[in-house]
């Protein structure tokens, strides 16, 4: 089975040696145990996410901290997330009867380490052994998943890649990093570790097969559009927005965590491609639609990218110059195709369930129950997405379900937890149509 994509697309082509292809299928990680080797990087912040949410899951974590990792995160609060002792120190296991390093390396399912740092990396490329981390990761017959982060320099530093081709000969899959800004000094590239739901799903990838809850959507086919579109004015400038994907792609991955054959659409974004989800990269609104049509039929249509109304009439086909005399260009624009609209219109193709977003900055519901009508779909995701709301482009979002029997103000929430309560209403929807048939 090939393991874990994990990198952005055009940075993957670029630059990366470990470029893996999307992984197929899905799974969970109900009893599976995980050993999580925190390296001393400044995203360790976001492996208490990652095991709250593996443990949520029903994962068994065990933690191990490097030196540097307890400059970033506590033992005492990943103790406390996981319930188990955290281990620093590989002389600390000497005097516990009850495991030694050889015994931890192997009772694990897989190994993840994250972060992992450039010098973490080197290490396990040099077959080190001088702390509990590079002990056990020598010593293990599990695989290994190593999730980079790191200053885009670092990333792209020739050791570096040198280490990272010598780990990947060596079986270590990779997952990201992704593109974006850096946590420090607000540098932009690639060296961003990935994502918890990221890493949650790359486990949940390589554990095993979708089973119980998380297989409510199996045999049922799922198209998500998510991310803007950029609608050209020459080949080097665009018309967007300011969509992130992270709705879009959230709800992908929990359509795929259900077990649902998961087809997304994505215009630009800095995101990884979620695991287990077939993803098309598409830049205009007119590319979008083609690739939805392409995708269906479909039981499940989700529509939540951010996809621009016009885009310019004639788009110049080589860059528009300034100069001194010149008048301002001015720009005709015409109407893209309405997507949502052309899915919920269709005959013998229309999906049964079709389900459409709504960014609004004012008079957020009653402009979603007017486009409810007016598209023709069956729910609307209406969100507010005014100045202040940090909605368009943050992590949280605060929604309202608009269908024909009503309107449901959801609290806010992670938009992770937007999309796994919208699957979860999406897949007892979905059992009606099943009842139906
Ligand atoms: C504030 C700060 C942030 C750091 N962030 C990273 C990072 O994101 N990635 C990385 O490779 N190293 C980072 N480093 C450097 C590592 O902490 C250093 O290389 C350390 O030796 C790593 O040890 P470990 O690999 O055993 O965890 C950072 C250092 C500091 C002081």
Known sequence: MTVVAGLARRASRARNATTRSAPKGNGNVNGKRILLIIGGGIAAYKCLELIRRLRERGAAVRVVLTRAATEFVTPLSVGALTNERVLTSLFDLSDEQEIGHIRLSREADLLVVAP?????????????????????????????????????????????????????????????????????????????????????????????????????????????????????????????????????????????????????????????????VATVHVETAREMLEAVEAALPADVVVCAAAVADWRVADAAGSKIKKSKGKPVPKLDLVQNPDILRTVAELDAKRPPLVIGFAAETDNVVANAKKKLRTKGCDWIVANDVSAGTGVMGGDRNSVHLVTAKGVEDWPRMSKDEVARRLMERISKGVAKLRGAK
Do not use: C
């Open 116 to 276: 992992a740092t450039a010098d973490l990396l080197a290490r396990m490329a040099g077959g080190h052994a001088d702390d509990l981390a590079t002990t056990v990761l020598l010593a293990t017959d599990k695989p290994v998943l190593a999730v980079p982060a790191m200053n885009p320099h670092m990333w792209t530093h020739a050791a570096t890649r040198r280490n990272v081709a010598r780990l990947a000969a060596d079986g270590i899959e990779f997952l990201g990093p992704n593109e974006g800004e850096m946590a420090e000094g607000g540098e932009v590239g690639l060296g961003r570790m990935a994502e918890p739901h990221e890493i949650l799903a790359a486990i949940a990838e390589r554990l095993g097969g979708a089973s119980g809850a998380s297989a409510a959507l199996a045999g049922r086919r799922v198209v998500v559009t998510s991310g803007p579109t950029h609608e050209p004015i020459d080949p080097v400038r665009y018309i967007a927005n300011r969509s992130s994907g992270k709705q879009g792609h959230a709800i992908a991955t929990a359509a795929a965590a259900m077990g649902a054959e998961t087809v997304m659409v994505s215009g630009p974004t800095n995101l990884t491609d979620p695991a287990g």
